[in-house]
């Protein structure tokens, strides 16, 4: 139950604060979410012991009234629900041949609070581009060294008093990253833990100050599109990203 329970609480968060404003009757975001988690257990195929392969192109219908409901949020609701349906591929170890895609669509022969899920599995090369998220903010890791601080000279300004003004560094050498403390005030910390000088992993949580700096890897399907969250959990994922990830030093 464990597993099941961390994911239904991730439902929770998604679909809370504005979301739950919006849609106080019709389909809801969380209806979506376990439908894509109900696909994905269905059509999951076992290709061998170590590979499970699950769609990574859906298309989300609903009622014409959902439809303009849902689409009021734009892209933010098939981010979440992009990040949800990875989240659960990790935990259940599946695996995608390509991009994730999700699009939602209007089905006039659906009456109101219905869904329906189509789904295909497209084969694509995936990119992996890190990126930094910041108080509800992406940044690309596109430079060799990213200093972070509250001062105007750091590549990425903080609004926190408690940071330094050139507080952490950011560090990628084109298929690592490293984080480390330019000898601040109130030091840094790595998932909890005070960090001088680290190898980040995917998902690794740099604090300084009040400010949490989330390090992750997306997954770019190579004909385009948005990006999508890849978590790392074991070494088969590790090896399908060809090496990406070296050991630590």
Known sequence: MGILDNFEKGLERAVNGAFAKTFKSGLQPVEITAALRRELDTKAAVVSRDRILAPNKF??????????????????????????????????????????????????????GMVQIDSTTVQGSVAWTPVLDINGKRYPLGKSRTVIGRGSDADITVDDTGTSRRHVEILWDGSRAKVRDLGSTNGSQLNGSPVKEAVLEPDSVVTIGRTRIVFRVLAQAASGGQPVDRHIDDATQRHDMGGFWGPSA
């Open 59 to 112: 298309s989300v219908r609903m009622a014409p009234a959902d439809f303009q409901r849902m689409s009021g949020l734009g892209p933010t609701l098939v981010d979440e629900l992009t990040q949800l349906v990875q989240q659960h591929a990790a935990t259940q170890r599946y695996q995608f041949a390509g991009g994730i895609s999700i699009a939602l669509t209007e089905d006039r022969g659906l009456s109101v």
